[in-house]
């Protein structure tokens, strides 16, 4: 039991060196071989598939930005509300109703929050910020990052209210003991106590946010520019990759290798938040 156990623990970590190898062998050997790195993290166009092509990594990094901080602007101050409710407020009947209910926005296929994004989300913004001068277009990072961040709110909201479960009652009951109300214990003694949890959470939708594909594919548009406002429709990582991997450009070619060399950015982009939950988790967290 002790050697099957270890092969599973070992066959993880063989799957990750694998990804690692593939992602690697393809953008340093067959894609920097021979574009510059400087000019991949550098430039401002993207245009692999064109007769002149370019790669500048930017267009599609700031689309990933745009979508993914528009994603945590709903995601992030929902989730953790969802999280205070659930842990400090809800019956337990009512969170046992309640957090699966939610969870199964978990499980709902990513296309068909595409399709709600671009045939019900984007109309509706059209409407609302019309009167404003603002005029939407059918592809755009707004709806796409919005639906994004409800897709989130599971994996923040469940998480955070795992951690702030954690926090021992006689924390809970010195606050009150002192005076202070259930909303006060919440977010001055609970909420601080479970940070490096909440955390972690958070980082965890960003990086969800980050690698999500058809959304951003069936609502945000396909067209790499400089993103400056979400209102634009841009592309992301995710999205050139899953236009290049189903169009007919030719396997082996420069422009094949390109979606490599973006899914290098976007794992080293991916590595960087995870690196920076963990140090934010060593450095808050309480041990009870």
Known sequence: MEMLLFLAAAAAIAIVVGI??????????????????????TGTTWTPTFDNPQYGIAPLLTGTFMSTLVALSVAVPLGLLVAVYLSEFASTRMRETIKPTLELLAAVPTVVYGYFALLFVTPLLQQALRPLGIELPGFNLLSAGLVMGLMIIPYIASLSEDAMRAVPNAMRDGSSAMGATRLETAFRVVFPAAVSGIVGAVILGMSRAVGETMIVVVAGGQQPVIVTSPTQQGATVTAFIAQVALGDIPYGTLEYSSIFAAGLALLLLTLVFNFIAFALQRRFREAY
């Open 20 to 41: 690692l190898y593939v992602v690697l062998s393809e953008a340093v050997v067959k894609f920097f071989g021979q574009v510059s790195f400087l000019e991949f993290i």
